[in-house]
Nanobody, 122 residues
Framework: QVQLVESGGGLVQAGGSLRLSCAASGRTFAMGWFRQAPGKDREFVAV????????DYADSVKGRFTISRDDAKNTVYLQMNSLKPEDTGVYYC??????????????????WGQGTQVTVSS
């Protein structure tokens, strides 16, 4: 069992930046971020996987968000720049210890954090 603890959410004006962190209680193969806006489904944001740190991003955040991981700390980060009001939502950290194929889907992850609120004001 792996436990995930997120931190770093908050309120920021449009154009601002935030950095989210997610600490895992054990080693994982892949760690990702999803988000859920009010009334909408949870959606993929970014993932980093494997020892090489391969990354993938949703088109809506590409070029603005950067995902990274510190394997020594079992921690993943999401640096969010040029934030927009449409980035508002609860951000969830997700992790898995096995290799999967469909990393953009919720089912690829066995472990989930409790979520952290990100609010971007216009």
């Amino acid at each position: 069992q792996v436990q995930l603890v997120e931190s770093g959410g908050g309120l920021v004006q449009a154009g601002g930046s935030l950095r989210l962190s997610c600490a895992a209680s054990g080693r994982t193969f892949a760690m990702g971020w999803f988000r859920q806006a009010p009334g909408k489904d949870r959606e993929f944001v970014a993932v980093v996987r494997g020892s090489g740190g391969s990354t993938d991003y949703a088109d809506s955040v590409k070029g603005r968000f950067t995902i990274s991981r510190d394997d020594a700390k079992n921690t993943v980060y999401l640096q969010m720049n040029s934030l927009k009001p449409e980035d508002t939502g609860v951000y969830y950290c997700a992790a898995d210890r096995a290799y999967r194929i469909l990393w953009r889907t919720l089912g690829a992850y066995e472990y989930w954090g409790q979520g952290t609120q990100v609010t971007v004001s216009s």
